[in-house]
Antibody, heavy 116, light 111 residues
Framework: EVQLVESGGGLVQPGGSLRLSCAASGFTFSTYYMSWVRQAPGKGLEWVANIKQDGSEKYHVDSVKGRFTISRDNAKSSLYLQMNSLRAEDTAVYYC?????????WGQGTLVTVSS | VVMTQSPLSLPVTLGQPASISCRSSQSLVHSDGNTHLNWFQQRPGQSPRRLIYKVSNRDSGVPDRFSGSGSGTDFTLKISRVEAEDVGVYYCLQTTHWPPTFGQGTRVDIK
């Protein structure tokens, strides 16, 4: 059974940093693109970033470029999102999802709240 | 690419059909010949769940009352007979063009 479990969310002050993790199981992690998607409270879905199977290619939406970095560790079947210079508008539930065009499996999400 | 869904709110009577439109600002036909238009369901308090991929392909376990159709820039998700468990928000997503973009979401509830 495919499982994606996010962790690392929490309350952080504006300008602060957080590192999100996503532990994958039930499939061969190293053979899939992976993505992060976020959802602000009461709002719609916004794709954030994705990463190629071997980590050689990474793409970030313009609103987070230069502040967020997606990465992965295939040996640990884990996906990460390093978030720096956080802003109030980054407050959201962050989901990891399998694939880039697929997005066929999603985790339960982890809440990031940016507030003083 | 801007994805525009309509309506944004859809009250439906149990057992009646429902239809959601999704229009893209550009053609979603990819250079690989596929049209990467997906539909997701998000029930209250849950993560999104993919229902339909590449316009009309139903995911495993998705009831056959859900169907997707369309081409180019104009797509539709239909529920043939709405059941109580179908309440939630439905999103279209294009992954043909960079970056991937979602529609605003359509909230389906029971009248």
């Amino acid at each position: 059974e495919v499982q994606l479990v996010e962790s690392g969310g929490g309350l952080v002050q504006p300008g602060g940093s957080l590192r999100l993790s996503c532990a994958a199981s039930g499939f061969t992690f190293s053979t899939y693109y992976m993505s992060w998607v976020r959802q602000a409270p009461g709002k719609g879905l916004e794709w954030v970033a994705n990463i190629k199977q071997d980590g050689s290619e990474k793409y970030h939406v313009d609103s987070v470029k230069g502040r967020f970095t997606i990465s992965r560790d295939n040996a640990k079947s884990s996906l990460y999102l390093q978030m720096n210079s956080l802003r109030a508008e980054d407050t959201a539930v962050y989901y990891c999802a399998r694939g880039s065009q697929l997005l066929d499996y999603w985790g339960q999400g982890t809440l990031v709240t940016v507030s003083s | 690419v801007v994805m525009t869904q309509s309506p944004l709110s859809l009250p439906v009577t149990l057992g009646q059909p429902a239809s959601i439109s999704c229009r893209s600002s550009q053609s979603l036909v990819h250079s690989d010949g596929n049209t990467h238009l997906n539909w997701f369901q998000q029930r209250p308090g849950q993560s999104p769940r993919r229902l339909i991929y590449k316009v009309s392909n139903r995911d495993s376990g998705v009831p056959d009352r859900f169907s997707g159709s369309g081409s180019g820039t104009d797509f539709t998700l239909k529920i043939s007979r709405v059941e109580a468990e179908d309440v939630g928000v439905y999103y279209c997503l294009q992954t043909t063009h960079w970056p991937p973009t979602f529609g605003q979401g359509t909230r389906v509830d029971i009248k």
